[in-house]
């Protein structure tokens, strides 16, 4: 059985009044992923984008 991650970048992002561009140079994931994350045109997401990386 498949299991379903439901994102929520825009909602959270708003909610930390920051941008996703500004996301993403915080987070080190691809703005365009990000976006696409956010806008629900994306189906797939790396695990790598939401493990916590130690830099």
Do not use: P, W, Y
């Not at 140079?25 to 806008?39: F, G, Q, W, Y």
């Amino acid at each position: 059985m498949a299991k379903k991650v439901r994102v929520k970048i825009g909602e959270l992002a708003n909610r930390h009044n920051i941008s996703v561009r500004e996301l993403s140079r915080l987070s080190d994931v691809r703005h365009a992923a990000l976006s696409e994350l956010a806008n629900q045109k994306r189906t797939r997401i790396e695990f790598s984008h939401i493990e916590r990386s130690e830099h």
